[in-house]
Antibody, heavy 112, light 112 residues
Framework: EVQLVESGGGLVQPGGSLRLSCAAS????????MGWVRQAPGKGLEWVAN????????YYVDSVKGRFTISRDNAKNSLYLQMNSLRAEDTAVYHC?????WGQGTLVTVSS | DVVMTQSPLSLPVTLGQPASISCRSS???????????LSWFQQRPGQSPRRLIY???NRDSGVPDRFSGSGSGTDFTLKISRVEAEDVGVYYC?????????FGQGTKLEIK
């Protein structure tokens, strides 16, 4: 069974950092582009970042450029999102996945 | 960024009746490889997004054949031939042709 499990979310103060992890099972992530999508409370979906199979290409939405870094460890079948200089508007549930399959997400709350 | 505009934003439907959601993009979604990367997602209450349709009209595995996608260029449509109770949720179109990938605002389908 294909499964994606995110972890690492929580409450952080503005300006703080968090590292999200995504553990995949039931498939090999090295075959896929992987990404992070987020959903602010009561709002729609926003694509945050994408990374190519070998990590050679990465793309970010403008609002997180220079603050977030997407990475992957194909040997561990895992995806990561390092989030620095967090802002209140980054508060959201963050889902990892291929475009076809998404995890349940981890909640990031940025508040003082 | 490519703006994706969905209509309607609210869609009350009687069980067994058809439903249709429109999605328009601010730019052509035809990629240089000739493919059109337009997908449709369903998000049931409390769940993560689930992709239903990719590249305009291809159903994902396990998606009932009452769901169909059509369109080209900048105009796309998701149709449900006969709405069932399990179809309640929010539907999003998403373009994967241009970076950043962008979603429509979402269409909330409810049963009348």
């Amino acid at each position: 069974e294909v499964q994606l499990v995110e972890s690492g979310g929580g409450l952080v103060q503005p300006g703080g950092s968090l590292r999200l992890s995504c553990a995949a099972s039931g498939f090999t992530i090295s075959n896929y582009w992987m990404g992070w999508v987020r959903q602010a409370p009561g709002k729609g979906l926003e694509w945050v970042a994408n990374i190519k199979q070998d990590g050679s290409e990465k793309y970010y939405v403008d609002s997180v450029k220079g603050r977030f870094t997407i990475s992957r460890d194909n040997a561990k079948n895992s995806l990561y999102l390092q989030m620095n200089s967090l802002r209140a508007e980054d508060t959201a549930v963050y889902h990892c996945g291929t475009e076809a399959t998404w995890g349940q997400g981890t909640l990031v709350t940025v508040s003082s | 960024d490519v703006v994706m505009t969905q209509s309607p934003l609210s869609l009350p439907v009687t069980l067994g009746q058809p439903a249709s959601i429109s999605c328009r993009s601010s730019q052509s979604l035809v990629y240089s490889d000739g493919n059109t990367y337009l997908s449709w997602f369903q998000q049931r209450p409390g769940q993560s997004p689930r992709r239903l349709i990719y590249k305009v009209s291809n159903r994902d595995s396990g998606v009932p054949d009452r769901f169909s996608g059509s369109g080209s260029g900048t105009d796309f449509t998701l149709k449900i031939s006969r709405v069932e109770a399990e179809d309640v949720g929010v539907y999003y179109c998403m373009q994967g042709t241009h970076w950043p990938h962008t979603f429509g605002q979402g269409t909330k389908l409810e049963i009348k």
